[in-house]
């Protein structure tokens, strides 16, 4: 199902979680947190960048 809608150009991925991460000296900074899906369909696509 995946694969089918990525090829149809109808995927879209969902939004990423954002968290806060505390750093030292009381800053905090953004982590984005990809979903399973999105993760698989973004590395999925780097062979054949890269290649």
Known sequence: MLLKA???NRYLPKT???AHVHKSQGKSRLLGILTVVN????TSDKPAING
């Open 16 to 18: 990423i979680l954002v």
């Open 39 to 42: 993760k698989m369909s973004s």
């Open 6 to 8: 990525i090829r149809s």
